[in-house]
């Protein structure tokens, strides 16, 4: 049985192609019919174990493929599960000034924008929750206050923005605007709505002193129709004007505007308000005062309309020669000469009638019927323009600041442009140097 059993481990090696499954009953039944004593199940262990093909090697008995697939060759897998998308990115939100910041100006714009996504609502209050008006611009991607903010204050923006899911992301922040050290308040001469003569230079008064007058300048913005050429010059530190090239054409119109609020005028003074006002220029109405013929003459518009006798400051207290404006007008004034210097021997306090402020110095035109006699002759008076009741209450009714009184050939000396509103005594380019 041994031999026998040889024979069918010779045959093992044996690869069989085709027919395996009949070969092996054959097999089966030549050992059966030999075999006499031996376990039939051990043979048969046997001829499974020479059916089966080596490890590792391909068996040709491999059963027949049952799809497409494989029968075309393909090798198939399981389908696998798809990765999910990442989440879109947070918006977001930033605003200027920044979060935190001081000293901020408060006319510095004030922004909320959004990047990554869309702004939802944006609210910005002041210290006392009240809102502050603001546009959200139509894209959604910025917001920006619409009002000038007040100093020394904290402010709180609170804005919601989304992504692209939807997602919402919510800010706050604040910031604080700027303490001036000092403020100042700016007026003017003429005042708003005013109707003034040819000669009337712009005066803006600040009640404090202005170390930075450029800044002052840069603040202040003068728009004549018809365009006429003018420029500023600082009397002091605490009063600019502004005069035309020339005096002003009649009829012109003027609009200043005096942005000083949120603006450093130096030295930590900062402006408490703006100012805007506006005035018309009359008729020219021009006083023409010849100390040679002791006489005035007033032309409207060029025309000669009255000729006046007049008597002028003696030669120890003598007009001053130049370009005076009409300044103020009384129906009564106290005259007394305390208020220039003289005391004592010549000193006078007078009440007079219809008096016209020419100067800052004390210089009127006004009504003075004790030297009516010397009116055309001679000069007797204490600088000022002395002429009859009845022409001084004439001259008080027609004449309205800015009217310019010219006075010549007097013994006295020049009006300073500082005093009254003696701007049109300096040459134009002259004028303009100083600013």
């Given at each position: 049985m041994t031999k026998g059993l040889k024979v069918v481990n010779n045959r093992r090696r044996v690869r069989v192609r085709g027919a395996g499954v009949g070969l092996a009953v054959v097999l089966l039944a030549t050992v059966t019919g030999c075999s006499t004593g031996s376990s039939s199940g051990s043979v048969l262990g046997t001829l499974a174990d020479s059916a089966r093909p080596s490890s590792g090697a391909p068996s040709s008995s491999a059963a027949a493929p049952t799809d497409g697939s494989a029968a075309t060759g393909r090798a198939t897998s399981s389908p696998s599960s798809s990765t999910p998308p990442p989440p879109p990115p947070a918006a977001e939100v930033s605003a200027a000034p920044a979060n935190g910041t001081e000293g901020v100006d408060p006319l510095a714009p004030v922004t909320v924008t959004v990047a990554k996504g869309t702004l939802e609502s944006v609210r910005m209050t002041n210290p006392d929750g009240v809102?502050?008006?603001g546009a959200l611009a139509a894209d959604q991607l910025s917001w920006t206050a619409q009002t000038e903010l007040g100093y020394g204050k904290t402010y709180t923006l609170t804005s919601a923005a989304?992504?692209?899911?939807?997602?919402?992301?919510?800010?706050?922040?604040?910031?604080?605007?700027?303490?001036p050290d000092n403020k100042t308040r700016a007026y003017s001469f003429p005042s708003d709505g005013m109707t003034v003569g040819v000669g009337q230079p712009i005066a803006i008064h600040f009640d404090e002193p202005v170390a930075d007058r450029a800044a002052a300048l840069q603040a202040i913005t003068v728009t004549t129709t018809p365009a006429q050429t003018g420029g500023f010059r600082w009397i002091d530190d605490q009063e600019v004007r502004w005069r035309p090239a020339e005096f002003w054409q009649p009829g012109t119109t003027v609009a200043v505007t005096v942005d000083i609020y949120g603006k450093n005028l130096g030295n930590g003074l900062y402006g408490q308000e703006d100012l805007t006002f506006g005035f018309t220029v009359g008729r020219s109405m021009i006083a023409e005062v010849d100390d040679n013929t002791h006489t005035m003459v007033v032309k409207q518009d060029g025309q000669v309309i009255r000729e006046i006798p007049v008597s002028l400051g003696r030669d120890k207290y003598p007009t001053y020669n130049g370009i005076h404006v009409v300044a103020e007008k009384y129906e009564n004034k106290l005259m007394d000469s305390s208020?220039?210097?003289?005391?004592?021997?010549?000193?006078?306090?007078?009440?007079?009638?219809?008096?016209?402020?020419?100067?800052?110095?004390?210089?009127?035109?006004?009504?003075?019927?004790w030297s009516v006699d010397s009116q055309g002759y001679e000069n007797v008076s204490h600088g000022c323009v002395n002429v009859s009741t009845e022409a001084a209450k004439w001259f008080y009714d027609t004449f309205i600041p800015g009217d310019p009184v010219i006075i010549r050939n007097t013994?006295?000396?020049?009006?300073?442009?500082w005093d009254g509103y003696g701007d049109f005594q300096l040459p134009f380019d002259q004028y303009v140097q100083q600013a």
């Open positions: 809102e502050i008006p989304r992504n692209s899911a939807g997602t919402l992301t919510e800010s706050t922040s604040t910031f604080t605007t700027v303490v208020t220039w210097g003289l005391t004592g021997a010549g000193a006078y306090r007078t009440n007079v009638q219809w008096a016209t402020r020419i100067s800052s110095s004390g210089e009127f035109v006004h009504a003075a019927p013994v006295g000396p020049n009006l300073e442009v």
